[in-house]
């Protein structure tokens, strides 16, 4: 009786090797999964927080704008007004759209804030 190797059973314990690498696969993938979890819930933490800071002492964060001399007065005032607000809604977006997965991470959508790629009610009324 002669045996011939095949991928399949090439070594002894094929079939529990290729248990053991699918297992090696989803331990993989479950880290994997867990650090982007991590890094996704941390950076939407850091612009909460900066968001909430700036949006208390808005006139310490038109100042820092100001500091870098980078615009006019005008234009800094602008921009230490508004960057509490944009680093507030970019958090509740990002935490939307990115927190649903790896099928949401380049969303065809129009909609910047948007989970869906279209919406029912946009069409026909």
């Not at 070594?11 to 690498?21: I, K, L, N, P, Q």
């Not at 980078?70 to 007004?81: A, E, K, P, W």
């Not at 977006?93 to 804030?113: D, E, I, K, M």
């Amino acid at each position: 009786m002669s045996t011939t190797l095949t991928p399949n059973n090439a070594d002894a314990g094929g079939a529990d090797s290729a248990h053991a690498e699918s297992g090696k696969n989803n331990k993989t993938a479950m880290v994997t999964t867990a650090i982007g979890f991590i890094a996704r819930f941390g950076l939407a933490v850091v612009w909460l927080v900066s968001g909430w800071q700036k949006l208390a002492d808005p006139v310490t964060t038109k100042q820092s704008v100001a500091a870098y001399e980078l615009f006019s007065r005008d234009v800094s005032d602008l921009i230490g007004t508004a960057l509490p607000v944009v680093e507030i809604a970019l958090e509740s977006c990002y935490s939307r759209v990115f927190s649903s997965g790896p099928q949401l991470r380049y969303p065809a959508s129009s909609s910047l804030c948007s989970s869906q790629a279209s919406s029912p009610r946009g069409r026909g009324g």
